[in-house]
């Protein structure tokens, strides 16, 4: 292959993987340099299909609405979706849930994340800016 042609090939790759993982399930041996998750939001119950989804690269933040925020959360909290250090606030006591998932490798690991929350406050207090998918 042409030095050109391995450069298309590399632009290519992050569309390719998110077309090959929309419906919420990153490919589990993809070979992504550097830590990354492929979010997914899904708005009310389970039978929804207001799902969104994005791939979050973090060697250099990309691909997301606020990248270097959800980075720098998931850095200090070894990529665990889990030990992101809850935020204080008030949230309405509205039950409209938001199911969340994350895929991905963090520091050489696999990472998966899951879980419905009341309602999208409760989510961004608890998860911080890694489902934050809109500016």
Not at 42 to 53: I, L, N, P, Q
């Amino acid at each position: 292959m042409t030095n050109s042609t391995l450069r298309a090939l590399r632009g290519c790759l992050p569309a390719a993987l998110a077309l090959l993982t929309l419906g919420a399930a990153a490919p589990a041996d993809a070979a992504l340099p550097g830590n990354w998750l492929y979010v997914t939001v899904t708005r009310g119950d389970a039978r929804s299909s207001d799902t969104r989804g994005t791939l979050l690269l973090c060697d250099p933040p990309q691909g997301h609405a606020r990248a270097a925020e959800a980075c720098a959360e998931l850095a200090g909290a070894g990529g665990d979706v889990g030990r992101i250090p809850q935020r204080n606030g008030m949230c309405v006591q509205v039950y409209a849930p938001v199911r969340a998932t994350a895929r991905g490798e963090w520091d050489g690991r696999p990472v998966a994340y899951e879980h419905t929350f009341a309602n999208s406050c409760v989510m961004a207090a608890r998860t911080g800016s890694v489902f934050a998918l809109s500016g």
